[in-house]
């Protein structure tokens, strides 16, 4: 099999499990919690590292930003043998008693979006897998760790988050923003993959908190910390994949 043309690897180069956030940046303070850290391939804004974490081996790859490129990742990377998919990101949270910092893990993402339109209905759910989901969750309560569990929107439109797309979220009930999970979601179940996506608060809508320009500088303390702690519930959830 030729190397793909995005990410730039192929069968064989991989574990069978990938960290996916989206900035370029955090796969190196991802790797930082592991061993045996090894760079695969940097191209445009996705990067790959392999490492090892309790003995569990694993991939980290950056997204970028939204669902067009990470459905991208997700294509490439099931093309060469990945068979579980975790987005480890940040988000922006659309209820009240949600506060920066909290950590969330999502049991679906609404489909605010456009990629997931061209593979499927919209009325066809962007769900990620139960035992993902439980393991997840499960691995936060054993670190003590407080967790809000339901379902979240994704959203290619950051600059077009108006009060009122705020306010009908924010009325269905849903957590939190974001921009990547509903193409990780659907293109994984469609897939017969596994997926799944643990997400710090950078921001809360309702309350008129917005993200910061960068992570170090601008996020809260709160949020700084809760990144780290957000990065340990996930790798903890790997070695249980």
């Known amino acids: 099999m030729a190397k793909q043309p995005h990410l730039l690897v192929e069968e064989g180069d991989l574990p069978d499990v990938v960290l996916l956030p989206g900035d370029p940046g955090r796969v190196d303070r991802i790797a930082d919690h592991c061993e ?108 003590d760790e407080p967790v809000h569990v339901g379902p979240i929107v994704t959203d290619d439109a950051f600059y077009a988050e108006d009060d009122s797309a705020v306010t009908d979220w924010e009325a269905a009930g849903l957590l939190a923003v974001e921009m990547e999970a509903a193409s990780i979601f659907s293109l994984a179940r469609r897939k017969g993959l596994r997926s799944g996506a643990i997400c710090t608060v950078d921001g809360n809508l309702v309350e008129g908190t917005q993200k910061g320009e960068t992570e170090d500088d601008e996020l809260p303390a709160k949020a700084h910390d809760n990144v780290e702690r957000m990065i340990e519930i996930a790798l903890t959830a790997v070695t249980e994949l």
């Open 36 to 143: 045996n850290v090894e760079t695969v391939t940097h191209n445009r804004e996705y990067r790959i590292v392999t490492a090892t974490y309790e003995g569990r081996e694993l991939a980290i790859c950056s997204t970028g930003i939204g669902s067009p490129s990470a459905a991208v990742a997700i294509e490439e990377l099931a093309a060469v043998g990945v068979e579980t998919f975790l987005r480890v990101g940040t988000t922006g949270a659309l209820q009240s008693d949600i506060e920066i910092g909290d950590v969330i893990v999502a049991t679906g993402a609404a489909k605010d979006e456009g990629t997931t339109k061209r593979y499927e209905s919209a009325t066809i759910p962007a769900v990620p897998d139960h035992e993902v989901v439980s393991t997840l969750v499960e691995a936060a309560r054993r670190r």
